[in-house]
């Protein structure tokens, strides 16, 4: 089975929506678009946005590696 087919089978198993609770009562959520496979941004985000912790939760959504440079 190719590595496409074996990713699309797990995924196909994920729910379509996902809740999330921040764990305090002062948190930020960071959600990141769509990236197309730019890896330079998906570098520069952290430094932008801070690193995920505690009371920042990062929901990354949409296209990550389809197009790009």
Excluded: C, W
């Excluded at 959600?31 to 912790?53: K, R, T």
């Excluded at 959504?61 to 389809?66: A, E, K, S």
């Amino acid at each position: 089975m190719s590595l496409v087919a074996r990713a699309s089978s797990i995924l196909h198993k994920e729910p379509n929506l996902l809740h999330t609770y921040p764990y305090q009562l002062v948190s930020s959520v960071v959600v990141v678009g769509d990236l197309h496979g730019h890896l330079h941004d998906m570098l520069f985000i952290p430094n932008d946005a801070d690193f995920p912790s505690e009371n920042r939760i990062f929901i990354f959504n949409g296209d990550f590696v389809d197009r790009g440079p």
